[in-house]
């Protein structure tokens, strides 16, 4: 019987307020990709977090090989984390989640196959642990993309995704917002790429700060959607 | 002479062969079992090309809910690396492909219609789902959900209705069945009937085939045995999933019962009431020891 197992992966989190998460979700993540692959990397994007998340992102980087830490010298944003995730990846398939362990990095598991007929696996959220106001954003989020684009995604920035190297060589990314999901959902689709998507689960944040819906964020997003829209972005 | 053929795998199966009997009539039949590994791509490719089929069954599944719970790696490779192999060679020689897909790929919250959002639970449920989310991507493919299956008989069922006639037939006159356990009935010559159905009308897509109404499996088991005339001599004491726990640990959802929406659609005489296919199903065998 031949079980798989991916050449390599790139596995990637986004860090912001993280301290307490990190060096919960570093061991379970280590582990994890050590029982799919024999090569991989782990990348912590630590965003300028106020906190002390950089100073436990350098001290979980010492304690495993596989670990390495990129600095915002300060805050950048979701998009622009994914952005230096996916240009700091070295291998074959390309792996997110973020780093306050509301998904379950195992639940990636049964679902790796996909990436035998997929270039892009994503995960949806079954249901969402937040709050009506983050779950009408997500859901304003997916229509703006409807609207805009004419793509229909159940859970476009659901952060549980991984990327075949090949699909990241072609398409460019341009967002520094959390439009990048949406960006690079539209552009694989474009390039003639194929999507699969399973099923996940939201789990509630046991500790750390969501900087989701600060308005902020939601101006950019919109303002990178519509740029895109436009062909200036 | 027999124009088409038609790949089945997974053919040593209580599915598999009541899809062998139906197909055998108007196809020309190649079964294959264990002798195939479907999670080996280049022997998957290499035996579809020399078969050349113009259809495949793809049964080939690790089923044993327990066995997939404590062996994961097995039984993604088996439930959904198999289907992608033998769904990408599919689709690059343009085959239609049949695949059996479960009521385990939903949480057992209600009853649960074609197109309702899966959530598996336990390593059966998803690596079938991801299985299932394979074959969605090509065209050509018709996906059949099922719930409880019963054919095969005395020597090939091994599931819940012969378990419990094999129990009578050693000797027992008392049987504990869980009464809490909901779920619809897929039998097994219905099952292959539709496929055969749905197959020569390229009715590509996604379905429920399992009979009309859920039952308990204390409600199974009652009428088995009333069928079979036991319903004096075999008493049956209701438990609770609890009871069984230890021998079946694998997380089941509550309810495995699925609405057939579509089929009973499409054509109302593929379906029937689970009593009528169950009480078919006893008469079609010799059961009891003599």
Not at chain 1, 101 to 107: A, G, L, P, S, W
């Given at each position: 019987m031949t079980f798989l197992k991916l050449s390599s992966i790139s596995f990637f989190c986004p860090a912001y307020h993280d301290s307490g998460n990190l060096p919960k979700l570093i061991p379970e993540v280590v582990t994890f990709l050590s029982s799919v692959t024999d090569v991989f990397e782990v990348i912590i994007v630590e965003d300028g977090s106020p906190d002390d998340t950089g100073r436990v992102a350098d001290d979980l980087a010492r304690q495993y090989s596989q670990v390495r830490v990129i600095h915002h010298p300060k805050n950048l944003g979701y998009g622009a984390a994914l952005r230096s995730g996916f240009q700091a990846a070295r291998y074959d398939f390309i792996m997110y989640t973020d780093g306050?362990?509301?998904?379950?990095?195992?639940?990636f598991k049964p679902y790796l196959s996909l990436l035998a007929k997929y270039d892009v696996i994503s995960g949806y959220a079954i249901?969402?642990?937040?709050s009506l106001r983050r779950r009408l954003q997500s859901w304003t989020y997916n229509v703006l993309l409807l609207a805009l684009f004419w793509v229909w995604y159940r859970d476009a920035n659901c952060s549980m995704k991984v990327y075949r190297r090949h699909v990241l060589d072609t398409i460019k990314i341009q967002s520094t917002s959390a439009f990048i999901d949406g960006e690079m959902l539209i552009k694989t689709k474009r390039a003639g790429f194929h999507i699969g998507w399973f099923p996940v689960h939201h789990l509630p944040r046991m500790t750390g700060i969501a900087s989701g819906s600060n308005i902020t964020v939601i101006a950019d997003t919109i303002r990178d959607m519509i740029l895109f829209r436009i062909g200036l972005l | 002479m027999k124009q088409k053929t038609i790949l089945i795998t997974g053919a040593g199966g209580m599915l598999g062969d009541a899809m062998v009997r139906q197909f055998s009539d108007a196809w020309k039949v190649v079964a294959v079992d264990?002798?195939?590994?479907?999670?080996?791509s280049v022997d998957v490719e290499k035996y579809i090309k020399k078969i050349k089929p113009h259809a495949i069954a793809h049964l080939a599944a690790m089923t044993d809910l327990e066995y997939c719970e404590s062996h994961p790696a097995e039984a993604y490779a088996t439930n959904a690396l198999g289907v992608a192999n033998v769904v990408d060679c599919a689709q690059r020689l343009d085959i239609p492909v049949i695949f059996i897909s479960t009521a385990r790929i939903f949480n057992g919250k209600k009853i649960f219609h074609e197109h309702d959002a899966a959530d598996p639970i336990g390593v059966y449920g998803q690596s079938k789902y991801a299985g299932e989310i394979i074959a969605r991507s090509y065209s050509k493919s018709i996906i059949i959900r099922a719930g409880w299956m019963v054919g095969g008989?005395?020597?090939?069922?091994?599931?819940f209705v012969n378990k419990i006639i094999q129990r009578v037939n050693a000797g027992d006159v008392e049987l504990k069945i869980v009464e809490d356990a909901l779920g619809s009935i897929s039998y097994t010559y219905d099952v292959a009937s539709t496929a055969e159905y749905l197959l020569t009308r390229k009715a590509y897509g996604i379905y429920h085939c399992v009979c009309d109404g859920g039952a308990t499996r204390f409600e199974i088991a009652e009428f088995v045995m009333k069928e079979l005339g036991l319903a004096k001599k075999v008493r049956i004491a209701r438990v609770d999933s609890g009871h069984w726990k230890k021998e079946y640990f694998s997380p089941r959802p509550a309810s495995e019962r699925l609405a057939n929406t579509i089929l009973k659609k499409m054509n109302p005489s593929l379906t029937r009431p689970w009593r009528k296919a169950l009480s078919d199903y006893l008469k079609r065998f010799q059961w009891l020891d003599r």
């Open positions: 306050d362990r509301q998904y379950d990095v195992n639940e249901s969402k642990n937040v | 264990r002798d195939l590994d479907v999670t080996r008989g005395p020597t090939k069922d091994k599931k």
